[in-house]
């Protein structure tokens, strides 16, 4: 058995680090799926992953949780993430979501990227299919890979309970934001997590939602108070709900996430209007 020491919670984490490692992955999605905001993260309530594993393309993968959570579990016969971060398809978990009856603020593929370049196209058209059909839920999508995004943006349906979003750590990457604004989604949100530098030269302009954070774990890189407050009032000044995710440190919550002697939970009025 891997050893679990040292374990990190984080973003990717959906799964509880107390479960036993022989649970078949019906039991486990819909395991979590029963238990009540069986998420860690934040700004969401439940997670649904249709597919596994990922590669790392950007600087804010550098201490991707879910690589590090799921290569833990390699070799360890019928664990789900026996193939640790390899990418792998789940058919079988497509349709989950349409089990939960109790409407739900789902992210989608917590532990992968949903338009990773080795996941088919009708793979992907299934998952928006999923999310299409399951619509008192709220599905949110995020993405690194923005050019794949916008490739097949056209073929997919986006209905108004799919929220799309992009992650944007440093300055190099606002042209994500640019390739967002042309996707027809309902909700347009940032994850500007983990925050790795000034993002002066993001435009908030269709982003109805953004979320910033620090990074968290033993290798985390520092975020600066001053980064966080511009985007507070640039997001303040655009009408773009901000949420303030945490500091980071050592652990997620090291350095709570308090801003100036306040917590920014904001949500996307649209959040309001679909719950
Ligand atoms: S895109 Fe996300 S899941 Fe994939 S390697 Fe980067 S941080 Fe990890």
């Not at 019906?26 to 238990?35: A, Y």
């Not at 019928?78 to 971060?85: I, K, L, S, V």
């Not at 604004?181 to 530098?197: D, K, W, Y």
């Amino acid at each position: 058995m891997p050893k679990r020491r040292g374990r990190v919670l984080h973003d990717h984490h959906h799964v509880s680090p107390h479960r036993p490692p022989h649970w078949s992955y019906t039991d486990t999605e819909r395991g979590w799926g029963k238990v009540a905001g069986s998420s860690k993260i934040e700004w969401t309530e439940a997670t649904w992953n249709p597919v596994t594993g990922c590669d790392q393309i950007s600087p804010g993968c550098a201490h991707c949780y879910a690589k590090t959570f799921a290569e833990r579990w390699r070799g360890v016969p019928a664990h789900p993430y026996e193939q640790g971060f390899d990418l792998k398809l789940w058919p079988e978990r497509l349709e989950v979501p349409l089990h939960w009856r109790k409407p739900k603020t789902i992210f989608v593929n917590s532990m992968s990227d949903v338009f990773h370049e080795a996941i088919p196209d009708d793979y992907v058209a299934q998952i928006f299919e999923t999310m299409r059909a399951a619509h008192w839920h709220t599905f949110q999508v995020l993405t690194k890979r923005e050019e794949r995004m916008l490739r097949l943006a056209g073929k997919l349906t986006w209905p108004p309970n799919v929220w799309m979003g992009v992650t944007i750590e440093n300055r190099r990457f606002v042209h994500r934001a640019d390739a967002l604004r042309e996707v027809p989604a309902a909700v347009r949100f940032i994850s500007a997590e983990p925050l790795l530098g000034e993002l002066e030269n993001l435009s908030l302009d269709g982003i109805a939602w953004l979320i910033a954070g620090g990074e968290s774990g033993p290798r985390h890189r520092r975020v600066d108070a001053e980064w966080i407050r511009d985007l507070r009032d640039r997001c303040a000044g655009a009408d773009t709900a901000f949420f303030f995710k945490q500091w980071g440190g050592a652990r997620p919550k090291s350095n709570g996430r308090t801003l100036d002697g306040r917590v920014h939970d904001d949500f996307p009025r649209q959040a309001v209007a679909l719950g």
